[in-house]
């Protein structure tokens, strides 16, 4: 069963650039999807964007422009960059793994917060 | 852009059945999707492609899809149901190919 874990970032201050990675275990990265989803404090879930093993990539079109999503095949991760972070991308961050032929999350990190304050 | 809507809320005393939709335009043609979030933990998924099941989520919880709405339906509720309910679609000709709904918080009576 794959297990994903979510590095802890710290706190942020605003414009600061947020770096988040994903560690895999008991499953290659290898051919296979995996995405980044957040949650504002008491609000709904907020898809980032996912990664294909090969590189590539998917944004939701509001973070496009701040957001990078990338893949380390050799250290089975793969990671988060949100650039120029405000309050507003204060959140829990997940990562979560899509299965083969599937168009859904079925395995979920168990999150981190991340705080962006001055 | 495509728009998914949940009720904010359902109430349902132990032991009876919980209904929570979905709505959207056409989701009848789109494979609709259900997690379980407690509170202080990550969701889990309990229905995936309108009404399958992964193995270790009981049969009480059932999903359906048809028209413009999907239903999450939990049958013989208990205690440990009471969670925030999201549906989510996966749209591959959208920019925005992944959407959640608003989420329904389930409160057993």
């Known amino acids: 069963q794959v297990q994903l874990q979510e590095s802890v970032p710290g706190l942020l201050k605003p414009s600061e650039t947020l770096s988040l990675t994903c560690s895999v275990s008991?499953?290659?990265?290898?051919?296979?999807?995996w995405s980044w989803i957040r949650q504002p404090p008491g609000k709904g879930l907020e898809w980032i964007g996912y990664i294909y093993y090969s590189g590539y990539t998917k944004y939701n079109p509001s973070l496009k422009s701040r957001v990078t999503i990338s893949v380390d095949t050799s250290k089975n991760q793969f990671s988060l960059r949100l650039n120029s972070v405000t309050a507003a991308d204060t959140a829990v961050y997940y990562c979560?793994?899509?299965?083969?032929?599937?168009?859904?999350?079925?395995?979920w990190g168990q999150g981190t917060l991340v705080t962006v304050s001055s | 852009s495509y728009v998914l809507t949940q009720p904010p809320s359902v109430s349902v005393a132990p032991g009876q059945t919980a209904r929570i939709t979905c709505g959207g335009n056409?989701?009848?043609?789109?494979?609709g999707h259900w997690y379980q979030q407690k509170p202080g933990q990550a969701p889990v998924l309990v229905v995936y492609d309108d009404s399958d099941r992964p193995s270790e989520i009981p049969d009480r919880f059932s999903g359906s899809n048809s028209g413009n709405t999907a239903t999450l339906t939990i049958s013989r509720v208990e205690a440990g149901d009471e969670a925030d309910y999201y549906c989510?679609?996966?749209?591959?000709?959208?920019?925005?190919?992944?959407?959640f709904g608003g989420g329904t918080r389930l409160t057993v009576l």
């Open positions: 008991g499953g290659s990265v290898i051919n296979s999807y």
């Open positions: 056409n989701f009848g043609t789109k494979s």
């Open positions: 989510q679609v996966w749209d591959t000709t959208s920019d925005h190919p992944v959407l």
């Open positions: 979560a793994h899509i299965p083969q032929f599937g168009y859904y999350f079925d395995y």
